[in-house]
């Protein structure tokens, strides 16, 4: 059963980091034409600032569960190295778990401040673009991340009691 888990949750991470593959080929397209209009013809995008502001938040946050997946984020192993194989399992146990707890929490209170922007209208500056929905790209790319690390929990706590 818990196999099934880890495959949905490795599912949805892809494909919500082919969400933020299409959302920064959009922010890539969307700087060329900016700076080509702005050198060629004077004329940038208007707003254009705003939008890559938002669409960088939203590709940092959508690639993040896929990232863990993959274990590409940063770790600092060398000391834990060292240490025998139960050891390591311990820390990676301990580390896995408020890894967990804190995306937990990122994804909840974004979801909360997201329901805030929207009984508040909030909007950008410039273009009044919605803030809350992308609040809500963080609060499912955070919720992912913490399902991830929540797996990688559960397998180093198999680990700790095979050693």
Same mark, same amino acid.
């Given at each position: ?9 490795? *599912? ?11 959302? =920064? ?18 004329? @940038?995008? @208007? ?19 896929? *990232? ?7 770790? =600092? ?32 209170? $974004? ?11 909030? #909007? $950008? $500056?410039?273009?009044?673009? @919605? ?19 929540? #797996?990688? *929990? ?8 095979? *050693?």
């Amino acid at each position: 059963m818990f196999r099934a888990f880890e495959k949905i949750v490795e *599912t949805a991470s892809r494909y919500v980091n082919l969400v933020g593959i299409v959302i =920064l080929l959009g922010m890539m397209m969307l700087i060329v034409v900016d700076v080509f209009l702005r050198y060629v013809f004077n004329k @940038p995008v @208007p707003g254009s600032v705003e939008v890559v502001e938002f669409m960088m938040g939203a590709v940092v946050f959508t690639g993040m569960a896929y *990232t863990g997946i993959k274990k590409g984020h940063i770790g =600092l192993g060398f000391l834990v190295s060292k240490m025998p194989a139960r050891g390591q399992a311990v820390v990676d146990t301990f580390n896995f778990s408020v890894s967990t707890l804190f995306f937990a929490l990122v994804s909840w209170k $974004s979801v909360v401040q997201s329901v805030v922007l929207y009984r508040s209208s909030q #909007t $950008s $500056s410039v273009l009044g673009i @919605p803030a809350y929905p992308f609040l809500i790209v963080l609060a499912v790319g955070s919720g992912l991340l913490a399902l991830v690390f929540l #797996t990688f *929990t559960v397998r180093s706590i198999s680990r700790v009691a095979q *050693t």
